[in-house]
């Protein structure tokens, strides 16, 4: 494919972040703000999906102005807007589309609608001024896609060609964190909770159950999620204070284990090239390690800030479609449940 220096502006309001970015040539990133709502939802001990559209809605102009400010373009110095059109929360969904919507009539530019869990995909692409180059990921690539709403693996054959071979049955990777973090008492988000903790834990001191869905590439976190939840039951009232660092250590390996484990065996199955990791859990420091140990093939794991939600990853994304002639009219919906197997 050739590439041309088109600039796309990335708009992303999936779940709880706001943000905005630049990208040229589907690579380089000239601007990426993200305004995170972390602490608004932290006492909620999750998501609270009317708070975050309405933090949205206070947010998403200063951010998209602030990107181009950063880039130091006008709108009418870009190519293109790219927006996440699903999967997400349809209230704070609506709010990126929105904003999309409208900077691209007033301004006259193509509106690309992307698809949240492809752009997690082409965060492996992305590359900052104070970067040193990303290698270009080689098809056919093996994609573990892994976050709080997802855990999925895809088959890529060349940009933009997916073949969905497996997802989880239940919870996502990072919702049985945020779950078991809860049970343990440990601070939202629990994913680097538990990994916080787990670095002075025995992950070999419970035998939590690996769900291995042999002969499928799917996979299943509830009954994990359920096994931590009887041992801490169980303990409760025997010791004075549960081992958390202890239960932390080995939660995180059975789910460190099993998706390296299936990833592994589907791009030696699949005769992938190359590996590709992606998604919020991709940030997790025991799963990057076991990758790097594990894989006899090259695998790409974006920076820890480019794992988590963020408009850069949406405007590479946005980039290839623009490649590829795709230029979504006004009318364009969002798509709360858009599975990467539809795009």
């Not at 929360?89 to 919507?101: F, I, R, Y």
């Not at 509106?111 to 965060?123: D, F, W």
């Not at 060609?161 to 964190?177: I, N």
Request: proline share 6%; with cysteine.
């Amino acid at each position: 494919m050739e590439l041309t220096a088109a600039r796309v502006l990335g708009i992303e309001t999936s779940c709880d972040e706001t943000a905005a970015a630049v990208v040229e040539s589907g690579r380089v990133i000239l601007s990426s703000l993200v305004a995170s709502q972390v602490d608004l939802h932290a006492q909620f001990g999750g998501i609270f999906p009317e708070v975050a559209s309405r933090q949205h809605v206070r947010t998403i102009h200063p951010i998209v102005t602030a990107a181009l400010q950063e880039a130091h373009l006008d709108l009418r110095e870009v190519e293109a807007i790219a927006v996440t059109r699903g999967p997400g929360l349809p209230g704070s969904l609506v709010v990126g589309m929105n904003t999309a919507k409208g900077l691209a009539l007033g301004s006259g530019l193509p509106l690309i609608g992307v698809n949240h869990l492809e752009a997690h995909i082409y965060s492996a692409w992305l590359q900052g001024d104070e970067m040193e180059p990303a290698p270009v990921p080689e098809f056919p690539l093996l994609a573990l896609i892994v976050s709080g709403g997802h855990t999925e693996l895809v088959l890529m054959t060349d940009h933009l060609q997916y073949q969905r071979l497996g997802a989880t049955l239940d919870d996502a990777a990072g919702e049985a964190f945020d779950k078991v973090g809860r049970l343990l008492g440990l601070p939202y988000p629990g994913g680097p909770a538990i990994q916080r903790v787990s670095e002075t834990g025995d992950p070999q001191a419970f035998d939590f159950p690996r769900a291995w869905l042999e002969e499928t590439w799917n996979f299943s976190f509830s009954g994990l999620k359920t096994a931590v939840l009887r041992e801490v039951r169980r303990l409760e009232g025997r010791v004075q204070a549960l081992p958390v660092s202890h239960l932390a250590a080995s939660f995180q390996a059975a789910v460190v284990e099993v998706l390296v484990g299936k990833t592994l065996r589907a791009a030696q199955t699949f005769k992938a090239k190359q590996i590709l990791v992606a998604g919020g859990v991709s940030a997790n420091r025991a799963l990057r390690k076991a990758f790097q140990e594990q894989s006899p093939v090259k695998v790409h794991i974006p920076p820890v800030w480019l794992c988590t939600d963020n408009a850069a990853m949406i405007a590479a994304a946005g980039y290839f479609r623009y490649l590829h002639g795709q230029q979504d009219g006004l009318e364009m919906d969002v798509l709360p449940n858009w599975p990467l197997s539809e795009v």
